[in-house]
């Protein structure tokens, strides 16, 4: 069975530091898809990055970057110099390749960044 | 673009009442899913679809029915709702080769 877990429940950083959302997973399959997704506090969940499993390059996005280790069942998320803006929910998901692609979500871990 | 509009945002239901939740898609996307979100466990997955005339059970599928009869619509019935529904309900739908969900704005959904 697929399993995610953020053992981060909440995290409160002060604007400007960097933060680290840590997302450990399971799976017998070997090829897979990682996700995390934002929840702002308006609810809605917003898409931010798919990476596929024999796909172990890290990426930069503005001041997001992931850094995924299958060694380790790792798919680490990272805001340089956070803002206000960040504060959110953010979810960390696997999925299937094949089949329906069902998402598996982790608990989420809340993230606030105080001005 | 709409991408995925839920039907209604919020609702309040008296134990043993029925509702349906609707969820609409312009996207033309093949799969569409439905999760509920619970305080500390994340999403959980209902009942998804992987194109018209067809649904399947996901992780947390009793006391919940689904149809989707037409591919851009994907309906969540509750036949006789009970206070443990209480939740907030997510749309979502993904095109097939690309497999990103994108997700509905949410159904807050209190069963009293």
């Known amino acids: 069975a697929q399993k995610v877990t953020q053992a981060q429940t909440e995290i409160s950083v002060v604007e400007k530091e960097d933060v680290t959302l840590d997302c450990v997973y399971e799976?017998?399959?070997?090829?897979?898809?990682l996700f995390w997704y934002k929840q702002p506090p308006s609810g809605e969940l917003v898409f931010l990055i798919r990476r596929n499993s024999f796909d172990e390059q890290n990426e930069i996005s503005g001041r997001y970057s992931w850094n995924f280790q299958k060694s380790t069942s790792s798919f680490n998320f990272t805001i340089t110099a956070s803002q206000v803006v960040d504060s959110a929910v953010y979810f960390c998901a696997l999925s299937e390749v094949l089949g329906a692609q069902k998402l598996v979500f982790g608990q989420g871990t809340r993230l606030t960044i105080n001005p | 673009n709409a991408g995925v509009t839920q039907t209604p945002k919020f609702r309040v239901l008296k134990t043993g009442q029925s509702m349906t939740l609707l969820c609409a898609q312009d996207?033309?996307?093949?799969?569409m899913y439905w999760y509920r979100q619970d305080p500390g466990m994340g999403l959980r997955l209902i009942h998804y679809s992987v194109g018209e005339g067809t649904t399947a059970k996901g992780e947390v599928p009793d006391g919940y029915n689904v149809s989707r009869l037409k591919k851009q619509n994907f309906l969540l019935g509750l036949e006789s709702a009970a206070p443990s529904q209480t939740s907030v309900y997510f749309c979502a739908s993904s095109y097939l080769k690309w497999n990103i969900q994108y997700f509905g704005a949410g159904t807050r959904l209190s069963v009293l």
């Open positions: 996207m033309n996307h093949e799969y």
């Open positions: 799976t017998r399959d070997t090829t897979y898809y």
